[in-house]
T-cell receptor, first 110, second 115 residues
Framework: GIQVEQSPPDLILQEGANSTLRCNFSDSVNNLQWFHQNPWGQLINLFYIPSGTKQNGRLSATTVATERYSLLYISSSQTTDSGVYFCAVTTRPNAGKSTFGDGTTLTVKP | DTEVTQTPKHLVMGMTNKKSLKCEQHMGHRAMYWYKQKAKKPPELMFVYSYEKLSINESVPSRFSPECPNSSLLNLHLHALQPEDSALYLC??????????????FGPGTRLTVT
């Protein structure tokens, strides 16, 4: 099956800093999502981005499908950005099955 | 409205109990999912329902029994669970067209403890 690798596994920032999270995948995908899991376990949708670039406030994401990676940018980080960031992909032959990366744990210190 | 609701929020059950987890969405989505998440791990897919029919079972033990009574509801019936089944159980839903899923929306999860 498809392999999804996220980096870095852990990231510690001071409030106000910028960061880039990466998601590499081993096969062509037809769906890619970025999620933020808060300390209570809720998975919050950040981006649905199988290709191209999107922005939402301080967050933006870029997926280069031909090179099999996606990037999540967080600017001017806040303590509320802390949590685990997951990317999840699906491939056309297994359209209903999402495969998650292991996540990046972000800690933003005041 | 992009809300998926799950009940209960927390559940403690013994190994001989029978219990059910419930999930509901009113977004008109026709695909619904159950995931299991252990601590410090990513969610793992268990089941997928598409148009109220089971389309994917990821070799889940029979002590977990899914049910989709209608397009808005998804249940997970639990029986004779083991302590290692303790986890966060997440429900999700999405639009789907010709089997291709679109953006998934997750519920808040049920934290299950098996004693």
């Amino acid at each position: 099956g498809i392999q999804v690798e996220q980096s870095p596994p852990d990231l510690i920032l001071q409030e106000g800093a910028n960061s880039t999270l990466r998601c590499n995948f081993s096969d062509s995908v037809n769906n890619l999502q970025w999620f933020h899991q808060n300390p209570w376990g809720q998975l919050i949708n950040l981006f649905y981005i199988p290709s191209g670039t999107k922005q939402n406030g301080r967050l933006s994401a870029t997926t280069v499908a031909t090179e099999r990676y996606s990037l999540l940018y967080i600017s001017s980080s806040q303590t509320t950005d802390s949590g685990v960031y997951f990317c999840a992909v699906t491939t056309r032959p297994n359209a209903g099955k999402s495969t998650f990366g292991d996540g990046t744990t972000l800690t933003v210190k005041p | 409205d992009t809300e998926v609701t799950q009940t209960p929020k927390h559940l403690v059950m013994g190994m001989t109990n029978k219990k059910s987890l419930k999930c509901e969405q009113h977004m008109g989505h026709r695909a619904m999912y159950w995931y299991k998440q252990k601590a410090k791990k990513p969610p793992e897919l268990m089941f997928v329902y598409s148009y109220e029919k089971l389309s994917i079972n990821e070799s889940v033990p029979s002590r977990f029994s899914p049910e989709c009574p209608n397009s808005s509801l998804l249940n997970l019936h639990l029986h004779a669970l083991q302590p290692e089944d303790s986890a966060l159980y997440l429900c999700a839903s999405s639009q789907t067209q010709t089997g291709v899923p679109y953006e998934q929306y997750f519920g808040p999860g049920t934290r299950l403890t098996v004693t």
